[in-house]
């Protein structure tokens, strides 16, 4: 079959003819799925966008690691607070850190200091063994 030779510029003219006829019907078609794209692409970037939900939900999971960091610390304080004030008032507790931490004692008593352990090394089980 031989194809009629028409002008060059009538097929093209032909050719955007009925590319515009067909983009003319279909633009409710492509304005809805145009839409529907970007509501995808804003969904994706709401999820897994810099403060988006699993960053927000490590953030959450940070803060509540680092609320009771803050409780532990506070309970800590509370301690030492109560420790630096028996150690400025109570005689008995100023005794027993020196006892403790100066190696103080009264007259006629004797310390006896014990030697540290050594430090015991975790060994292997082909080490564990061999010294079987």
Known sequence: MKRSRQNPGKRIRALVERTTDW?????RKLATAGVALLACLLAVHAVTGPNGLFPYQQ??????????EVQQLQVENERLAKRIESLKSDPNA???????????????EV??????PPPQQKS??????KKQ
């Open 124 to 129: 292997s089980p082909a080490v564990a063994e």
């Open 59 to 68: 953030k959450r999971a940070e803060y509540r690691k680092l609320e009771k």
């Open 23 to 27: 983009f003319y019907r279909s633009r």
């Open 94 to 108: 100023i005794e027993k850190e020196a006892r403790e931490q100066l190696r103080y004692a009264r007259p006629g």
């Open 111 to 116: 310390i006896y200091t014990l030697p540290n």
